[in-house]
């Protein structure tokens, strides 16, 4: 059986922004689609339709580098396949291709998977059957955990609706993208480009919670997004954006 997969899809109309070309929440879509197909295809999905799952997949870390969006209608080509374990993650790498064939970008995912009755992370290494395809030692680059700047430029609350929940009753991960990217100005997107999104997935964001979501700089002047609890006890999520100009 094949390690890896490769999925095309066509730009929609709700994968795009006012610029005409596609979002990262867009992307996170797709990624999220490919990805279930390719656990399926794997036996590892851990997801049926008739009976609760012993074991369920989280996204815990995730970046995006993007070199060049496609635009409405275009075609891209995914392509994912797991490369092995590192610490307690699964990670998985998708590269993106536009219909020409040009590689244009990639996202690497660190996935935990959960017990669902003991709510704790599952070891990859060592571990048999359909999981053993995970068991190798990951070589490529590490997502860290990121940090919160001590900077703010902006805040505001939001509350997790019906919308954005999924089949766990947690808020979609592409959700948490459109939080972080609504942060930035308009003006500054008009501009300039997302070269590359890495977020923290670090406590689940449920129906109804008010989270205060906060606009930052680091001291690389890039922009931080995080989310907390209104009384800062929980961190939700943290991501970071580095901006290029869109402009030739």
Same mark, same amino acid.
């Given at each position: 059986?094949?390690?890896?997969?490769?999925?095309?899809?066509?730009?929609?109309?709700?994968?795009?922004?006012?610029?005409?070309?596609?979002?990262?929440?867009?992307?996170?879509?797709?990624?999220?689609?490919?990805?279930?197909?390719?656990?399926?295809?794997?036996?590892?999905? %851990? @997801?049926?339709?008739?009976?609760?799952? *012993?074991?369920?997949?989280?996204?815990?870390?995730? /970046?995006? !580098?993007? #070199?060049?969006?496609?635009?409405?209608?275009?075609?891209?080509?995914?392509?994912?396949?797991?490369?092995?374990?590192?610490?307690?993650?699964?990670?998985?790498?998708?590269?993106?291709?536009?219909?020409?064939?040009?590689?244009?970008?990639?996202?690497?995912?660190?996935?935990?998977?959960?017990?669902?009755?003991?709510?704790?992370?599952?070891?990859?290494?060592?571990?048999?059957?359909?999981?053993?395809?995970?068991?190798?030692?990951?070589?490529?680059?590490?997502?860290?955990?990121?940090?919160?700047?001590?900077?703010?430029?902006?805040?505001?609350?939001?509350?997790? %609706? @019906?919308?954005?929940?999924?089949?766990? *009753?947690?808020?979609?991960?592409?959700?948490?993208? /459109?939080? !972080?990217? #609504?942060?930035?100005?308009?003006?500054?997107?008009?501009?300039?480009?997302?070269?590359?999104?890495?977020?923290?997935?670090?406590?689940?964001?449920?129906?109804?919670?008010?989270?205060?979501?906060?606009?930052?700089?680091?001291?690389?002047?890039?922009?931080?997004?995080?989310?907390?609890?209104?009384?800062?006890?929980?961190?939700?999520?943290?991501?970071?954006?580095?901006?290029?100009?869109?402009?030739?």
């Amino acid at each position: 059986m094949s390690l890896k997969l490769k999925e095309a899809y066509k730009v929609q109309f709700d994968a795009i922004d006012f610029t005409g070309k596609m979002t990262i929440n867009g992307l996170c879509s797709y990624m999220q689609i490919i990805a279930a197909n390719h656990a399926s295809l794997l036996n590892f999905n %851990y @997801y049926k339709n008739s009976e609760t799952p *012993e074991y369920y997949w989280i996204l815990s870390k995730v /970046k995006y !580098v993007i #070199d060049d969006y496609p635009k409405w209608e275009e075609k891209i080509v995914m392509e994912t396949y797991p490369v092995g374990y590192e610490k307690l993650y699964a990670v998985r790498l998708f590269d993106i291709y536009n219909e020409s064939g040009k590689k244009i970008g990639h996202i690497i995912g660190n996935y935990l998977l959960m017990d669902a009755a003991k709510r704790r992370p599952v070891k990859i290494k060592g571990n048999t059957g359909a999981l053993s395809f995970l068991d190798f030692p990951y070589e490529g680059e590490s997502l860290v955990k990121l940090k919160i700047p001590e900077s703010v430029l902006k805040v505001e609350r939001r509350k997790a %609706y @019906y919308s954005e929940i999924d089949l766990n *009753e947690h808020m979609n991960n592409a959700h948490y993208i /459109k939080w !972080v990217v #609504d942060m930035l100005p308009l003006e500054l997107l008009r501009d300039h480009e997302i070269r590359t999104f890495e977020i923290n997935y670090n406590t689940s964001i449920t129906y109804g919670t008010e989270v205060k979501v906060v606009l930052s700089q680091n001291e690389s002047n890039e922009y931080v997004v995080y989310g907390n609890s209104i009384d800062d006890a929980i961190n939700y999520f943290v991501a970071k954006v580095v901006l290029v100009s869109s402009k030739k």
